[in-house]
Every structure is written in C-alpha cells, then in structure tokens.
C-alpha cells in the first residue's frame, strides 16, 4: 500500500492541516498559523511529488490523491450553477482609494448595479475624495463609519454604528426595505491577526492579536444573533474559508455565498492566493457570486446576487 514514502506523506500532510484547520481553527498560535496559511502553499508542491512518483512508478495514486485534496482546499475545484438574482450586494475593501481615484471607483460602483454597496477601509487618504465620488453615485444613500461606509439605493429604515471593544473600527447596521420586507445588512471589518516573527517562535504579536480579533468576531455575532428576519453580513473579514471563525459566521447567519454560488477559488486578496472577504445571508439565497478582476485595491470587490 505504502509504495511511496513521499507521496503517501505528502497525502497525509495536507490531509493534516485541513483537518486541524477546521477541528481546532484559531484556538491555538500552531493553527492559527495553519488556517491563515495560504491555501496555494499546500498545492505548490504537487507537480514535483506528481513528477517523482511517475519517475519511479510508484505512489502515482497517492501523489494524484494529494493533489486532488489540495487543488479542492485551494477552492480550484469548486464550481456551483448560477442564476441571475433580484438583489445585488458588493462588498469591496478599497484600501483608503490609495490605488484608485474617484472617477475609476465611482464607475466602477455604477457598472455593478449593486442595490447594496458595502467599503471597508474607506477612510479615503485623498482630500475631497468622498465627497468626489458620491457625486458620481447619485441615487444612493450613505451611512458612513470611521472606516467603514454602507451606500444604498434601498429605502433606509434604521442605521446604527457598534464599536468594537478594543479598536477604532465600527460595525455598520442598515435595515433597509427590499420587496416590502426589512433586511438587515451588516457591514463589518475585524481586524486581521498580527503574525510577526510568530513562524519563527515570537508570539509577542499574534497571542494580543488573536484575543482582541476574537472579542471582535464576537462583537459582530452578538449584533447579528440579535437581529431578526432576513439578513446578510458581508465586508473584509479577514477570515479564510475555514477554522473556528468561518464556521461562528456560517452557524449565526447563514451559508457562504461564494461557497453556495460561486466558481473558482474566489480569491478576494490575490497578493496572498486568498480569500477573506465574505458575505454570508439568512433569509435569502445566493445565485451568483463573483470576485471582479479589476485593480483598483489590493483587495478585489464581491459581487453577490440574491433571491
């Protein structure tokens, strides 16, 4: 059975990770490391262990199991049918308009037709920048944070600002009217976990980082375990699709969108072969979900369709 010492370790290792990514998440500094590991990292040595094992005639089975394991963590097998949907959301981290100027974002908010558009890190550096681009936005009202801001062309019932415990950053909730009905939209953005010289054995940043991102991640379940009737939850989370975070998203709102109607690996920060930005919804169903090829961030927008 054991034919290739390399391949069937190869196997074994990626079947690990995955396995402790999603068992024990971000409960611990080892996994943290794990989960937030890109997922390419694991499928990048595939082709060699595929290639040794063809040269030796042994193990192709294994190695070819492998890779199979680590092309579908790396979402490249993940294909779902799509359907065009009634209401459109964009989440979009667009990096303080620092790669982009008002005239290129505000068009391309218009050519998504999205009825909810939600901008994380929109603290924009540029002076007048805002005030720029929601010229170029007629028709939407906006709800704005310190670094998060909500637009929608829905009508607007409520808006609220939740601080986080331990950070600037501040959890918009919008309750707008969409086909009669009220829908919550929570737009979020958790901070990211610090992992400085953590791979080789200093802790000094990522243990402080891993306890304020938890009290945040709890922070933005308290809001959405409170709220009633349909919603969705969408911005940069930080958070990869597994581990211990991903699966509180999935438990108190609803189903990934992406993983519901999406195609591809859905890499939102492509810098890292990632994907940390999210919508989740309750009430309602993805029926497309895309990641938009453009560069005006280091972050790519997501565009979801719903019914």
Not at 274 to 302: C, E, K, M, N, W
């Amino acid at each position: 059975m054991f034919r290739s010492v390399t391949a069937w370790t190869y196997t074994l290792i990626v079947a690990g990770v995955w396995a402790l990514s999603e068992a024990v998440g971000e409960r611990s500094v080892p996994t943290a490391l794990l989960v937030y590991t890109p997922a390419a990292v694991w499928l990048a040595p595939a082709p060699l262990v595929l290639l040794w094992t063809l040269w030796r005639r042994r193990g192709v089975a294994a190695a070819l199991a492998g890779t199979l394991l680590a092309a579908w963590g790396a979402g490249l097998l993940h294909w779902r049918p799509q359907t065009a949907g009634a209401l459109r959301v964009l989440t979009f981290n667009v990096k303080e308009g620092r790669d982009t100027t008002p005239a290129r974002l505000g068009a391309l908010l218009r050519s998504t037709d999205a009825d909810v558009i939600l901008l994380q890190e929109a603290n924009f550096a540029a002076p007048g920048f805002d005030a720029e681009l929601l010229r170029r936005l007629p028709g939407y009202s906006v709800q704005r944070g310190y670094e998060t801001t909500t637009l929608t062309r829905l009508p607007v019932e409520s808006f609220r600002r939740v601080n986080y415990p331990s950070d600037w950053r501040q959890v918009l909730v919008t309750r707008v009217a969409w086909r009669g009905v009220p829908l919550t939209v929570v737009n979020a953005h958790p901070g990211r976990l610090k992992f400085g010289d953590a791979p080789r054995g200093d802790f000094s940043l990522i243990r402080p980082s891993l306890a304020m991102r938890a009290a945040q991640i709890k922070t933005v379940l308290d809001i959405v375990n409170a709220e009633r009737g349909p919603l969705v939850l969408g911005g940069d989370l930080n958070t990869p699709p597994r581990g211990l975070a991903y699966r509180q998203f999935i438990r108190a709102v609803g189903p990934d969108a992406h993983d519901t109607a999406g195609r591809g690996p859905g890499w939102s920060f492509p810098q890292l072969s990632a994907r940390i930005d999210h919508q989740f919804a309750r009430g309602l169903t993805a029926t497309r979900a895309t990641v938009l090829a453009v560069d005006q961030s280091d972050h790519r927008p997501l565009l979801v369709e719903y019914r």
